[in-house]
């Protein structure tokens, strides 16, 4: 059985012509110890997905249908003092813009302790302190430096904290939100190492979110593809970046699109190919596959809502013209 | 230069400037202060000696600006002709009185106006804020005295029960010094009310619009993913970092409690240096009156000063980088 | 969504004209409110003495006709003169509107001079500008005022001038941040690699950009000068000769009218200096949210 089971779920913000539906029907799972990747262009509905889990959304959010099954237990209908027990406990998050996600006015060994006290309260203090530079060491920051204020940080310093942060509960699962965006190459590659290794060690499951396909091929069991609220295709990682030989690789002309768009993360590849266009506007009513108007491929058919297929290995994609896709 | 070094620096250039402008104000712009006096007062030969005295008037102008340097750090702040006394010991006793109203109402006014201010911002949106932040703007809106002569008039007239005038009952025979101390807080009331209404108004805006910022920040929504409760989230995450918005508002604050003050101290007669400057604005006695605001602006740079060490210790970021 | 109608979608966004501020603001409950008053009261201080039929400084016959409650004929009484205080109301909003607002316009004028040129200029106009501002800041305004109108005299245009003197360095600040802010912005070094003066970029490219500002700030200035000048004039230093809405409190207080109970005497100002202060507080702050993208999202 999976850790995390969404069935369904649909998230509307207020708009100015009625509701912007920013998560659209997602059906989405993480299984124990798996270590999961989301992909799609900046305003496709990632962050609202990963929001809507531990039910962090913003006020105006409102999940209008669907389900999040965490180790059992809905946490779309559970009340918050239920969730207060799940957040951090069970489910951490690494937020976006994670640079201004410390709170300025207090010492990061503070900030890490905090969920430990609230949490666990049978630890001793002695035990939360030593448990606290332990995680500082986890992620290579010197013991020491727990005193410190958080602007005494350098950004990929501070995103450390704020991984040592996360694991500070021993949660089941770490939400990574653009963990890396705002930092600079090298630091964004020892970033990603730090987290896939920090994971395995404690046996966490990750859903880590990108909008470069290419970070989650180095570090993802498997990824799933968003486009404009929707979960277009999703398969192993091995599948869908086609570094599986047999396995053409990605079969949505969208995540085609995405993988030409950016640079390998290691790798600096010549050429990046930006995708034409713009995602559509979420706050007109959407209808059949959201991505034809930037489509080379589409079809009077793709006026038609797809849904996703099988197309082999646990590899599904939502697209009238999968046939074609594979050749372009 | 280590921070509070620096600032000490400022500050004793602030009090020079205070100082030198006060010189200006009072010894040079009027021209001759003996004349600009005569004008509403009739003189006796001896009061025109000792005005003369007191104002340093013979001499050139550098002369005189460091005579006048020299009787201020003597503490000589000249002779009150209306009062027949060294001016330094009018102030004295004024200044005492109003720093009691002053403290008391302060206290009031951070404690309610945080409390009422945080409860509104952290309901941003909500009925209960727009309720709060409308009414805070009708009682800001308030002119302090007129806010007085009401309270004058529905507790010594209409209802009657709190004394209005005065810091203690007159020819009152007290038992034990806390007799004394009981009358004095008996009068303390109306006054530290009126002040509170119109500054407390003030302080719940201030914190309150801080507040909502600061809600909305990245670290609050960490909070609350942390699981935190509501109120760990308001108080430990978002008032500890709204705080310092406010306080970097003191000055306007502490500039309109002080006129507050003023207009107070006259509609209930507590003997203050608000009254003090008023009966010297009546009697145009202008050694009390140029005493008067010099030693305002001086107790208001200390104030800010304060305020600004507070700030200093409660932003890390500031402490450490300068 | 075919792409004729992405294209139209992104025309709908270009070309969708703003609403005016004043729109926004009157879309604002708390601004609308704002602008009923403020309307309301500039007709009865403008029309409102040419009407009424009384002579505010007409004193009564006998000691009858003082402190008379409100009849049919003085409909807000009489004063301890026997003066109709309605009367005196009308005339006061008048003096009191005009003071507040020629105080304004100087405080503006001199707040957003020194904040431009320190914005602009930046360095040590900067540093001298921002010195003589902070040191005005400090300075308890209440006090210096009572020192001014005290050494200078009473009469309307001394107490104009000291308090619109007072009530500059919040402006000045305020707009000197906002001018640096927009010095950085890419225009100011296009314009200037183009050859334009100083006073030229100063004139076409910064100030249009702070008038929303500047507006926002002078209406709320607005309110604190009216009641300064309240305060001043129930202290004793406002202008003899005039009936504003503070020197009525003032007589008020000296002539004992509210041991005597003469609410009506006192309780009309007051609540025209609430009134109008809130208006312009109201517009203001209204103003201020409609104006500024960064509060317009309700942060
Ligand atoms: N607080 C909000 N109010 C209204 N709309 C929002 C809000 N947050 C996000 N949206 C809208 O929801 C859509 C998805 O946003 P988001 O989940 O942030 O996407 P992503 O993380 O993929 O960039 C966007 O169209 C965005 O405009
Ligand atoms: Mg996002």
């Not at chain 1, 713009?278 to 930037?294: H, V």
Request: charged share 15%; hydrophobic share 50%.
């Amino acid at each position: 059985m999976s850790l995390l089971e969404i069935r369904g779920l649909t998230v509307a913000y207020p708009g100015k012509h009625g509701d912007v539906l920013a998560v659209d029907g997602v059906d989405f799972s993480i299984g124990k110890g798996e270590f999961v990747g989301l992909a799609g262009e900046s305003g496709c509905g990632k962050t609202t997905m990963a929001m809507a889990i531990p039910n962090l959304l913003p006020r105006n959010a409102r999940i209008t249908a669907g389900s999040v099954v965490f180790d059992g237990a809905d946490l779309t209908t559970m009340d918050e003092d239920g969730l207060r027990t799940v957040r951090w406990n069970e489910i951490s998050v690494v937020f976006q813009g994670a640079l201004n996600a410390l709170n300025p006015v207090h010492t990061v060994g503070s900030q890490i302790l905090e969920p430990i006290r609230v949490h666990d309260r049978g630890t001793s203090e002695a035990e939360a302190r030593s448990r606290m530079e332990e995680l500082l060491e986890a992620v290579g920051i010197p013991a020491g430096r727990a005193g410190d204020f958080p602007h005494q940080f350098s950004g990929g310093m501070r995103q450390r904290v704020m991984i040592a942060m996360a694991l500070a509960c021993r949660p089941q699962l770490v939400i990574a939100d653009e963990p890396i965006t705002a930092l600079d190459v090298m630091t964004q590659a020892q970033i990603l190492d730090l987290l896939r290794s920090l994971c395995d060690r404690y046996g966490l499951s990750m859903l880590l979110i990108s909008h470069d396909l290419s970070v989650l091929a180095q570090t993802c069991d498997r990824v799933a593809v968003m486009y404009a609220g929707r979960i277009v295709e999703t398969g192993p990682a091995g599948r869908v970046f086609g570094s599986d030989e047999h396995h053409g690789g990605a079969r949505h002309p969208y995540t085609q699109r995405l993988l030409r768009a950016y640079p390998n993360i290691r790798r600096e590849r010549v050429f990046i190919e930006g995708i034409p266009g713009y995602p559509p506007d979420l706050t007109q009513p959407q209808s059949g596959c959201r991505f034809r108007a930037r489509c080379d491929l589409a079809i009077d058919k793709c006026a038609e809502e797809p849904t996703l297929v099988d197309v082999g290995g646990d590899h599904r994609a939502a697209c009238w013209r999968l046939d074609q896709a594979v050749t372009s | 230069m280590p921070p509070l070094l620096r600032r000490i620096l400022v500050l004793l250039v602030s009090l020079f400037a205070i100082v030198t402008f006060n010189f200006f104000l009072f010894h040079v712009i009027p021209g001759d202060p003996i004349r600009l006096i005569a004008r509403t007062q009739k003189l006796a030969p001896d009061q025109v000696e000792k005005l003369r005295q007191s104002f340093g008037l013979d001499g050139s102008l550098i002369e005189q600006y460091f005579r006048y340097l020299s009787n201020l750090l003597h503490g000589d702040l000249g002779y009150s002709f209306s009062l027949k006394e060294p001016v330094s010991d009018v102030i004295g006793r004024a200044l005492l009185n109003t720093l009691i109203l002053l403290t008391v109402s302060t206290i009031i006014v951070v404690v309610v106006g945080i409390m009422i201010g945080v409860f509104a911002g952290s309901r941003h949106g909500k009925k209960a804020d727009s309720a709060t932040v409308v009414t805070s703007l009708i009682f800001w809106s308030l002119p302090t005295f007129w806010v007085g002569m009401l309270l004058v008039f529905t507790f010594g007239v209409w209802i009657g029960g709190l004394p209005i005038s005065g810091i203690t009952t007159p020819n009152a025979v007290y038992h034990s010094g806390i007799d004394y101390v009981m009358d004095v807080a008996r009068h303390l009331i109306l006054p530290t009310i009126t002040l509170a209404i119109v500054d407390i108004a003030f302080f719940i805006i201030i914190t309150r619009t801080s507040l909502v910022d600061v809600m909305g920040e990245d670290y609050m929504l960490t909070a609350r993913g942390k699981g935190l409760t509501r109120r760990t989230m308001v108080w430990k995450h978002g008032f500890r970092n709204a705080l310092l918005p406010v306080l970097t508002a003191s000055v306007l604050y502490i500039s309109a409690l002080v006129a507050g003050a003023i207009q107070v101290e006259v509609v209930f007669s507590w003997p203050g240096m608000g009254l003090l400057t008023y009966n010297s604005v009546l009697a145009r006695d202008y050694p009390v009156l140029e005493a008067c605001f010099l030693v305002t602006a001086i107790v208001v740079l200390a104030a800010n000063f304060g305020a600004d060490l507070v700030y200093r210790r409660l932003d890390p970021r500031v402490a450490v980088n300068t | 969504m075919t792409s004729d109608q992405a294209a139209q979608g992104i025309d709908d966004i270009e070309y969708e004209k703003p609403p005016s501020n004043w729109t926004l603001l009157w879309g604002d409950r708390m601004g609308r409110w704002g602008i009923i008053i403020l309307v309301v009261v500039t007709v009865l201080a403008v029309f409102g003495p040419m009407i009424w039929p009384f002579d505010p400084a007409a004193v009564g016959e006998d000691s009858s006709s003082i402190f008379q409650p409100p009849s049919s004929a003085h409909w807000l009484g009489t004063d301890e003169l026997g003066r109709d205080v309605f009367s005196q109301f009308l005339m006061g909003a008048r003096i009191s509107l005009f003071v507040g607002i020629m105080a304004t316009l100087i405080a503006t004028v001199i707040g957003a001079g020194i904040g431009v040129m320190a914005g602009f200029f930046r360095g040590p106009v900067d540093s001298a500008a921002m010195g003589v501002t902070d040191f005005f800041l400090v300075v308890p305004a209440l006090p210096l005022m009572i020192a001014l109108a005290a050494i200078f005299g009473q009469n309307l245009l001394i107490v104009i001038i000291v308090i619109g003197a007072l009530a500059w360095p919040r402006t000045a600040r305020i707009v000197r941040s906002q001018t640096l802010s927009l010095r950085e912005r890419q225009f100011v070094p296009r314009a200037r690699s183009l050859g334009a003066s100083n006073a030229r970029i100063i004139r076409t490219n910064i100030t249009p950009h702070l008038l929303a500002l500047i507006v926002a700030n002078t209406i709320l200035v607005v309110a604190g000068c009216i009641l300064a000048e309240a305060t001043l004039s129930f202290i004793g230093l406002g202008d003899p000769n005039r009936i504003s809405w503070g020197s009525m409190l003032h007589f008020g207080f000296v002539s004992g009218a509210v041991g005597r109970g003469a609410w009506w005497y006192f309780l009309p100002p007051g609540l025209g200096i609430l009134v109008v202060v809130l208006g312009f507080t109201l517009v203001g702050q209204s103003f201020e949210r409609v104006t500024n993208p960064k509060m317009r999202g309700g942060a």
